[in-house]
């Protein structure tokens, strides 16, 4: 343990994928600012070898991209058991993980911390052994970042688990993690997502027509949504009234074919990367997105109703399917049908009001929730 006088919180998360990391500098900011509370931060991929993060990190990317249906066979031939305690299946995938790991777990070994927050599911059963047999007496704590969460979550030696959903609850439930370790407490998420916003500034900031019905297509980071520029073409050709803003990253090649487009610049605004993208979304009447927990859980922020078009099978298809199931998002299959489902909840203010009001019944404040019980359990 550190000093009476400090108290050492180990934030660890991996690059891969974007959400663990911007989870895991929402609650750094929050406990840096804390008197008497040091924070350091790790990504779990700079302690592995170079071939396991090209296989794990790179792998991810890849197959999320372009083999979709094969991340989702071995997202369901890996989520299981659900039930409590581990299965012969499991034992060595763990082994080889403590085994990549080492690195990692001497220096967790040689540094004396006063909890471990995990925001990625890859760092904690490999310090289950750890605990296990006396080794390693730290509490540790996990934030799940995705509704549907997968099994590798599992670890019976964390104390503290903080869930977006009570969904995600009844899952955990499953792998016989007590109530009394569980906390709903929504998804940690920057405060600029739920800072006030003047709309008509917003409007007149991002040059976008003030008598126009605001669409944000979020196309050009890690992974795409599907034919971005088909889908601007056919969304501006469906309905005169829709002005569309397409996040599209650092990806040049789309942008420029966005640009290209003679729409650009009146209904048509090709948005470089940038982290002003929780101004677009608040004026947003749709997010057209990918199911991802941050950028859902973002949305439900800002009260905007969300489109996806044919999620990954896996967590993200579990994910889209809850928002669907809760009234805050529609899930379409095909390009055709995305723009038929836009065009339809522009036209009905109805449906998209009851969809806004069910994504606000859905936000939590997961910052403040995730952060408050941090300092209270475990003494910070």
């Known amino acids: 343990m550190s000093?009476?006088?400090?108290?050492?919180?180990?934030?660890?998360?991996?690059?891969?994928?974007?959400?663990?990391?911007?989870?895991?500098?929402?609650?750094?900011?929050?406990?840096?600012?804390?008197?008497?509370v040091r924070v350091e931060r790790i990504d779990l991929m700079e302690f592995c070898p170079w071939w396991f993060r090209v296989?794990?990190?790179?792998?991810?990317?890849?197959?999320?991209?372009?083999?979709?249906?094969?991340?989702?066979?071995?997202?369901?031939?890996?989520?299981?058991?659900?039930?409590?305690?581990?299965?012969?299946?499991?034992?060595?995938?763990?082994?080889?993980?403590?085994?990549?790991?080492?690195?990692?777990?001497?220096?967790v070994l040689s540094t004396p911390y006063d909890l471990i927050l995990h925001t990625h599911?890859?760092?904690?059963?490999?310090?289950?052994?750890?605990?296990?047999?006396?080794?390693?007496?730290?509490?540790q704590a996990t934030i799940v970042t995705d509704v549907e969460a997968h099994r590798w979550w599992y670890c019976p030696a964390v104390r503290r688990y903080y869930v977006p959903s009570e969904h995600t609850a009844g899952i955990v439930r499953r792998w016989g993690i007590d109530d009394s370790?569980?906390?709903?407490?929504?998804?940690?998420?920057?405060?600029?997502?739920?800072?006030?916003?003047?709309?008509?500034?917003?409007?007149?900031?991002?040059?976008?027509?003030?008598?126009?019905k605001i669409v944000t297509?979020?196309?050009?980071?890690?992974?795409?949504?599907?034919?971005i520029v088909t889908i601007?073409?056919?969304?501006?050709?469906?309905?005169?009234?829709?002005?569309?803003?397409?996040?599209?990253?650092?990806?040049?090649?789309?942008?420029?074919?966005?640009s290209g487009l003679p729409e650009a610049g009146t209904r048509l605004f090709p948005v470089p990367f940038t982290d002003r993208a929780h101004e677009l979304v608040h004026v947003s009447e749709l997010m057209i997105t990918k199911p991802g927990g941050i950028t859902t859980a973002e949305c439900l922020a800002k009260g905007t109703p969300m489109v996806f078009?044919?999620?990954?099978?896996?967590?993200?298809?579990?994910?889209?399917?809850?928002?669907?199931?809760?009234?805050?998002?529609?899930?379409?299959?095909?390009?055709?049908?995305?723009?038929?489902?836009?065009?339809?909840?522009?036209?009905?203010?109805?449906?998209?009001e009851a969809m806004k009001a069910n994504a606000r019944r859905l936000y939590k404040p997961g910052a403040d929730i995730v952060t408050q019980d941090v300092i209270a359990s475990f003494g910070l």
């Open 217 to 227: 297509l979020a196309g050009g980071t890690s992974f795409t949504v599907g034919p």
């Open 121 to 139: 599911f890859l760092a904690a059963p490999t310090l289950e052994r750890l605990v296990a047999n006396g080794r390693l007496t730290v509490p």
């Open 181 to 212: 370790r569980i906390l709903v407490s929504g998804m940690p998420i920057q405060a600029k997502w739920t800072a006030p916003l003047d709309r008509e500034r917003v409007l007149t900031a991002w040059n976008l027509p003030a008598d126009k």
């Open 3 to 36: 000093s009476l006088t400090e108290k050492t919180v180990l934030l660890v998360t991996a690059s891969v994928g974007a959400g663990h990391n911007q989870v895991t500098r929402t609650i750094q900011d929050r406990l840096e600012g804390r008197p008497g």
């Open 55 to 107: 296989y794990y990190a790179g792998g991810f990317e890849v197959s999320m991209a372009h083999t979709p249906w094969l991340y989702g066979l071995g997202f369901t031939l890996s989520n299981s058991p659900h039930r409590p305690g581990r299965s012969w299946r499991e034992w060595p995938r763990l082994a080889f993980e403590r085994w990549v790991n080492r690195r990692f777990v001497k220096h």
């Open 232 to 258: 601007a073409k056919q969304l501006l050709a469906a309905r005169e009234d829709l002005a569309l803003a397409v996040l599209a990253g650092r990806n040049k090649q789309l942008l420029g074919d966005l």
């Open 309 to 352: 078009l044919n999620p990954v099978p896996g967590h993200e298809g579990g994910n889209g399917q809850f928002f669907a199931r809760e009234g805050a998002a529609a899930i379409t299959r095909s390009v055709g049908e995305l723009v038929q489902t836009v065009a339809s909840l522009l036209e009905d203010d109805a449906k998209r």
